[in-house]
């Protein structure tokens, strides 16, 4: 089931600390995407990326940061900022070719604040 | 803003009954919509986007722009279609807004 990996699948951190989250695809896809999932709540999106060396903002990017030095990995990191960061965390991959394009999605992590 | 609205969290049905799963979007363009699927312990994945107008595993879906609904429909739901349903709006560049999801039940 390939394609697209995060890392870790369990992600327990004390208050206060930094955390980063890993994905990774092997798909050749240009875009990477970051959602958060919470009961009730859908898919909200923290950030994306069209390319390497760039990303946007969703639509709950604060608390949050990325990076893209990679074509094949875009990681999340969750600040202290981040005022309720328990929550499951979706990562997604799709090309950049003209019209929409489908999203593929990792495993998700499952982040818990102690 | 668009805005995607879903608004069952759950469905609950005998096998073998009628399934529809109502969705409806806020956009002010021209609009794409899809609906992903998250079975147990499997990942989303995309079950069908309007413009295509197949229909996978049964279900279909019409895009009624007078509406502005996006409803997935099944004839006769089966046991195997229980999960978790995701209505999607493309908000350019091929982000998504998902609305807040329906789990639907089919009982034996």
């Known amino acids: 089931d390939g394609g697209i990996t995060q890392s870790p699948k369990y992600l327990f951190r004390k208050e206060g600390q930094n955390v980063t989250l890993s994905c990774e695809q092997n798909?050749?896809?240009?875009?990477m995407y970051w959602y958060r999932q919470d009961p009730g709540q859908g898919l909200r999106l923290i950030y994306y990326?069209?390319?390497?060396?760039?990303?946007q903002k969703g639509d709950i990017a604060e608390g949050y940061s990325v990076s893209r030095e990679k074509k094949e990995s875009f990681p999340l990191t969750v600040t202290s900022a981040q005022k309720n960061p328990t929550a499951f965390y979706l990562c997604?991959?799709?090309?950049?070719?003209?019209?929409?394009?489908?999203?593929?999605f990792g495993p998700g992590t499952r982040l818990t604040v102690l | 803003a668009q805005r995607v609205t879903q608004p069952e969290k759950l469905l609950s049905v005998f096998k073998g009954a009628p399934v529809e799963l109502k969705c409806n979007y806020s956009?002010?363009?021209?609009?794409?919509l899809f609906w992903y699927v998250q079975y147990s312990r499997q990942r989303l994945q995309l079950l069908l986007r309007?413009?295509s107008r197949e229909s996978i595993k049964g279900f279909t879906a019409d895009l009624n722009k007078g509406e502005t609904s996006f409803h997935l429909k099944k004839p006769f739901a089966q046991e195997e279609d229980s999960a978790m349903y995701y209505c999607?709006?493309?908000?350019?560049?091929?982000?998504?807004?998902f609305g807040k999801g329906t789990m639907l039940l089919v009982s034996p």
């Open positions: 309007h413009i």
């Open positions: 997604a991959s799709s090309t950049t070719d003209a019209g929409y394009n489908e999203q593929f």
């Open positions: 999607a709006l493309n908000s350019g560049y091929s982000t998504l807004t």
């Open positions: 990326s069209q390319i390497v060396n760039d990303f």
């Open positions: 956009y002010s363009g021209s609009p794409e």
């Open positions: 798909l050749n896809h240009d875009a």
